[in-house]
């Protein structure tokens, strides 16, 4: 079962930066692949904060937009998900998600039933 494995997480001041990666256990074309990143805040339901399609177009939640970006290398296969003036609200356990798009579209990238291949997470601790 094909699976992303998440990595980077760990426990920050406000203000601060962390930088998250996201690879899958199989190799994965990412140019033929709409990936995400979600957040899912202690009692809250798993939210959608980034997306980026197969031709490395970009779509951020409003909440993160301007402090985090997302990005990949196609060739290695590699995601990221550089987080910078990361406030309290930004805690939680990140996911990475992908799902196979032959129009390297992601349109509905914040709803999760989009996508095929999950991870674990990584947890994100940003104190105030």
């Known amino acids: 079962q094909v699976h992303t494995e998440e990595a980077g997480g760990g426990s920050v001041p406000a203000g601060g930066s962390l930088r998250l990666s996201c690879t899958t256990s199989?190799?994965?074309?990412?140019?033929?692949?709409?990936m995400g990143w979600f957040r899912q805040a202690p009692g809250m339901d798993r939210e959608g904060i980034a997306a980026?399609?197969?031709?490395?177009?970009?779509d951020y939640a409003d909440s993160v937009k301007g402090r985090f970006t997302i990005s990949k290398q196609n060739a290695q296969s590699i995601m990221y998900l550089q987080m910078s003036s990361l406030k309290p609200e930004d805690t939680g356990m990140y996911y990475c998600?992908?799902?196979?798009?032959?129009?390297?579209?992601?349109?509905?990238?914040?709803?999760?039933?989009?996508?095929?291949?999950w991870g674990q997470g990584t947890p994100v601790t940003v104190s105030s």
């Open positions: 998600a992908a799902v196979r798009r032959w129009d390297n579209d992601c349109y509905y990238w914040t709803l999760n039933e989009v996508y095929k291949y």
């Open positions: 199989e190799f994965l074309g990412f140019s033929e692949y709409c």
């Open positions: 980026i399609d197969g031709k490395g177009r970009q």
